[in-house]
């Protein structure tokens, strides 16, 4: 069974305009909820985290937002940047952060 | 500073056969995990080590599957009598030591090793 589900295989935006990836999980235990990008043949790199007690956390160009109650979260970029096409991964963990559950991923294309 | 490095990059290999995949950390880096991603697929746990600690194998999906970290430092996983369904992409991660609910311990990814078994 997933437990971190990204239902949108891919996705297709206009430079400058807004990026926003979804990702649905089932388990209520978790505590941190994470993206990681991934570019062609490299490992997946950290971008942004959120702990279960926030419903939003800011990073630049790049915000998380959490729906506990809905067991949603989802990634914004704005404004999407060509170099922003990637791979990114949905994942979750534990208090102690050593098993990240993933998603299977979202393609993100950036048209300039 | 040098990222988490893993050898072989590619490995084409034929079922039945014995493979080692070798997984170099960070260094200063207690913590250590292997991952593997399947076609259309996610990242899946495979097992962590931290310090001195035994090993977190949960995630191991056979007792074909056993991975060693020697001197705390490198890694590796070796999968015996391989099978075509071990295809994949096998990434190594590490990490400083997890501190519970401080905040996020960020786990830093090598390249990977992609795998075909034949």
């Known amino acids: 069974d997933q437990q971190v589900k990204q239902n949108s295989p891919s996705l297709s935006v206009q430079e400058g305009r807004i990026s926003i990836l979804n990702c649905d999980y089932t388990n209520s235990m978790f505590d941190y909820f994470l993206w990681y990008k991934k570019y062609p043949a490299e490992g997946p790199t950290f971008l942004i985290s959120?702990?279960?007690?926030?419903d939003k956390n800011e990073d630049g160009r790049f915000t998380v937002f959490l729906n506990k109650s809905a067991k949603h979260l989802s990634l914004h970029i704005v404004p999407s940047q060509p170099g922003d096409s990637a791979v990114y991964f949905c994942?979750?963990?534990?208090?102690?952060?050593?098993?990240?559950?993933f998603g299977a991923g979202t393609i993100l294309r950036v048209k300039s | 500073g040098a990222g988490v490095s893993q050898s072989p990059s590619n490995k084409v290999t034929e079922k039945g056969k014995d493979v080692e995949l070798r997984c170099d950390p960070i260094?200063?880096?207690?913590?250590l995990y292997w991952y593997r991603q399947s076609l259309g697929q996610g990242l899946e746990f495979l097992i962590y080590?931290?310090?001195?600690?035994?090993?977190?194998k949960s995630g191991l999906p056979s007792d074909r599957f056993s991975a060693e970290r020697t001197g705390g430092s490198v890694s590796t996983l070796t999968i015996q009598r391989t099978q075509q369904e071990d295809s994949a992409v096998y990434l190594c991660?590490?990490?400083?030591?997890?501190?519970?609910?401080?905040?996020?311990?960020?786990?830093?990814f090598g390249p990977g090793t992609r795998l075909t078994v034949l």
């Open positions: 994942a979750a963990s534990d208090l102690y952060g050593n098993k990240l559950v």
């Open positions: 991660a590490s990490s400083l030591a997890p501190l519970a609910g401080l905040s996020y311990n960020e786990q830093f």
């Open positions: 959120i702990s279960s007690i926030k």
């Open positions: 080590f931290q310090g001195n600690s035994a090993p977190d």
């Open positions: 260094s200063g880096h207690t913590a």
